[in-house]
């Protein structure tokens, strides 16, 4: 409903704004991703910078090692310029911290921890290099830990190189950075060679594990300028066979292979091997910085293309979005014009002059020039329709009028016929009801009179039944005042019983009351008895123990006390069974105790029950009392009344026959106002007839006067519809 109630310039909008909005999206998507290609290729530039600083500290690192491996070697008689090396490493230090400090904003956290970790260890630097100046006069460092310090914090460095690759999202360039890393990695190792034989031609010996690490180191090393070499640009393999050739390498393979084919022997300069392996390692220096170079062109080339591209995507957005914007504004108007036409025209139609020799004639063979030829032909349809109506509603107009004026003649006439109708229905209306009235009355009168009678019958029967009644509540009257006299005898023996009934329960209570002080004095000496178990047990107890001493003192004269043993022991079973008997005793009493605090609660309990009985026999006598009292007044008042009674009945039988003389006279009138009614009703039925005659012809008149009415109010509605459908059809021209 929504979209139906839309103008067609809202749906052209419509209709064209979701492809705008995609093509904008994937638009805005594509300028993103080059904005993204372009900024990771600035940072990528930016990180090849600080990734080349590294390269040089590692470097200078890296020859710092195998001089101090020399130097410690040959206990200070060789490499004595280290120093001068010491210098140089610090200033390309200073100059990577510098480049950190401008570069962290493009790092991860990864990669500065990594950096932030080689430049910690790098604080240990100075109390190393004091280590090996004091190796000459004192063993105060060797060689593998020099080598190890070093070697760790390369690796740490050069940990950063892999970092960088993760967060590289170009293939070209990943795959710069893989080769990149791989040449640095085999870099190291070379250093690592150099100091190594720089130590072994030094001692003139290369034994045991530190030669299984060379060998390793070896490997290493070739493995990974191998695996360069095989996935390197053809540009980058051609710098690295281009410029590592010359004597300094071949002088380097064949002290290399000196040292593979023996253990000792060797007879090469240590300062040889070193001038010649760091020629070589300069070499690999070249390169690096050569391929680094390359990966920063590589960059910096993916980035202004990304940067062209980023400038062509907008360009092409724009172009695509204006040509789009244009072509609906074309496409709207040539619409929206052709619309306005056709609707101005049947506007022109519907509110204005109604010129109907009007035609929209869009020429077009869009759907809109189909929907212009069909409201032409329309408008033809309608234009011959409202000429036909036109002449038709004229004459409409004169016939209707010609209907009217003879319909409102006949309905004057109609008129006049109604009236003197109407007057003869009103005489005999009026006849009719005052002769219903009077049957009214009449009918009235004979119904008043027949229903004083059944009351007069009514009341005779009724009298008749007071008197069987009065006669019989007379003998029961009399028979209630001899009741009542016994009833007051029986009464006066009931009280008599009932004092007697009173002083029995006085009596009772008292003996009760006896019985209960008696229960309680047993309960006491059944205390005392208890008491006097208790004595008894205690002695009994004490007797125990005195034979049971004297059984111990028996036992300590050995022969002489055995008669004294056996007279113990009697004593001790006497004391046994005196403390049972006490028992059983004090469980008797217990018993008999718990009894007799039962016997005094029972009779309690019937001491309660003999007084409730006391007090309800005092009620009961009270009660009896007044039932005496009242009986006795209710006797005499029965004897009063059955004397009021006696005068009364003989006053209603005199009343019994003056009513049934009242029935007599009254059937007499009854017959006269019967006769009276029957003839009322009679004259009524005859009247009746003949107002529902009148009033027949007079229904009639007021139908055929309806129906005049009618047929002149139709022409009267014919003739206006006529005139309405000759104004409607003049509003339009044809």
Not at 49 to 70: I, K, N, P, Y
Not at 339 to 345: D, F, G
Not at 395 to 410: F, G, H, P, Y
Request: net charge negative; glycine share 4%; with cysteine.
């Amino acid at each position: 409903m929504m979209i139906k109630n839309m103008s067609i310039n809202v749906k052209i909008l419509m209709m064209v704004t979701i492809p705008i909005l995609g093509a904008f999206y994937f638009g805005i998507r594509e300028i993103n991703l080059k904005q993204s290609d372009r900024d990771e290729m600035i940072k990528i530039n930016n990180l090849m910078s600080l990734t080349l600083d590294l390269g040089s500290l590692v470097h200078e690192l890296q020859a710092e090692r195998g001089m101090s491996a020399g130097y410690i070697s040959s206990k200070g008689t060789k490499f004595g310029d280290i120093g001068g090396k010491h210098q140089l490493t610090n200033e390309y230090l200073n100059k990577l911290k510098k480049s950190f400090s401008s570069s962290e904003g493009d790092l991860s956290e990864k990669q500065i921890q990594r950096i932030k970790l080689g430049l910690t260890e790098l604080k240990k630097v100075d109390d190393i290099r004091n280590r090996v100046l004091s190796s000459k006069d004192k063993d105060t460092i060797k060689v593998s830990g020099a080598v190890k310090y070093y070697t760790d914090i390369n690796n740490i460095f050069l940990s950063v190189i892999p970092l960088i690759i993760e967060e590289c999202s170009n293939s070209k360039v990943m795959h710069d950075l893989v080769s990149y890393n791989l040449f640095v990695r085999g870099k190291e190792f070379a250093g690592i060679e150099r100091a190594l034989l720089a130590a072994a031609f030094n001692n003139d010996s290369l034994k045991g594990e530190l030669r299984s690490k060379y060998f390793h180191i070896y490997e290493n090393q070739g493995a990974l300028l191998r695996e360069f070499q095989n996935i390197a640009r053809p540009k980058i393999l051609n710098i690295f066979k281009e410029t590592l050739v010359g004597p300094d390498v071949k002088e380097v393979e064949n002290m290399r292979a000196v040292a593979l084919s023996a253990e000792s022997g060797y007879g090469i300069d240590s300062q040889k091997w070193f001038n010649a392996s760091t020629a070589r390692i300069k070499l690999l220096k070249q390169i690096e910085s050569a391929i680094g170079k390359e990966i920063s062109a590589m960059s910096v080339l993916i980035g202004d293309q990304a940067n062209m591209t980023f400038r062509n995507s907008v360009i092409i957005l724009v172009s695509i979005l204006a040509m789009v914007i244009i072509a609906t504004i074309v496409i709207r108007n040539s619409i929206v014009q052709m619309l306005r036409k056709a609707i101005n025209i049947i506007r022109d139609i519907a509110e204005g002059e109604g010129r109907l020799d009007q035609r929209v004639n869009i020429d077009s063979k869009d759907e809109i020039g189909e929907m212009s030829k069909w409201i032409d032909i329309f408008i033809e349809k309608i234009h011959k329709i409202v000429i036909d109506i036109q002449h038709k509603s004229k004459n409409l107009v004169d016939d209707s009028q010609n209907s009217l004026s003879s319909t409102e003649i006949a309905n004057t006439e109609m008129e006049q016929v109604r009236g003197k109708s109407d007057e003869v229905a009103s005489a005999t209306e009026q006849l009719s009801m005052n002769i219903k009235n009077v049957s009214e009355v009449a009918q009235n009168m004979y119904a008043e009179i027949s229903k004083s009678m059944e009351s007069a019958d009514i009341v005779s029967k009724s009298m008749n039944d007071v008197n069987k009644v009065l006669d019989a509540s007379q003998s029961s009257i009399t028979s209630i005042a001899t009741s009542s006299e016994e009833m007051t005898a029986t009464i006066k023996e009931i009280s008599s019983n009932a004092e007697q009934s009173r002083s029995i329960s006085i009596d009772a209570v008292s003996t009760v009351e006896a019985a209960g002080t008696q229960v309680e004095e047993l309960a006491e000496s059944s205390a005392k008895i208890e008491k006097v178990i208790e004595i008894i047990n205690e002695i009994s107890e004490q007797t125990k123990n005195l034979a049971l001493n004297a059984t111990i003192e028996a036992a300590r004269a050995g022969e002489a006390g055995k008669g004294f043993a056996v007279v113990a022991n009697e004593v001790k079973e006497l004391a046994k069974e005196t403390v049972n008997a006490t028992s059983e005793i004090r469980e008797t009493i217990d018993e008999m105790k718990s009894c007799t605090e039962k016997t005094v609660s029972k009779i309690s309990d019937v001491k309660n029950i003999i007084e409730s009985v006391n007090e309800m026999t005092v009620s009961i006598a009270t009660s009896i009392e007044e039932q005496s009292t009242a009986l006795q007044d209710n006797s005499r008042s029965t004897q009063v009344i059955a004397e009021n009674l006696s005068d009364v009945f003989n006053k209603i039988r005199t009343s019994t026959d003056h009513i049934t003389e009242i029935t007599t006279n009254m059937k007499l009138i009854n017959s006269g106002a019967e006769d009276a009614a029957n003839n009322s009703r009679e004259a009524s039925t005859a009247t009746n007839e003949m107002v529902r005659n009148l009033l027949g012809i007079n229904e009639a008149i007021n139908i055929n006067s309806d129906q005049l009415n009618q047929v002149t109010n139709a022409s009267s509605s014919v003739r206006k519809t006529a005139t309405d459908l000759d104004v409607l059809v003049g509003h339009f021209q044809v």
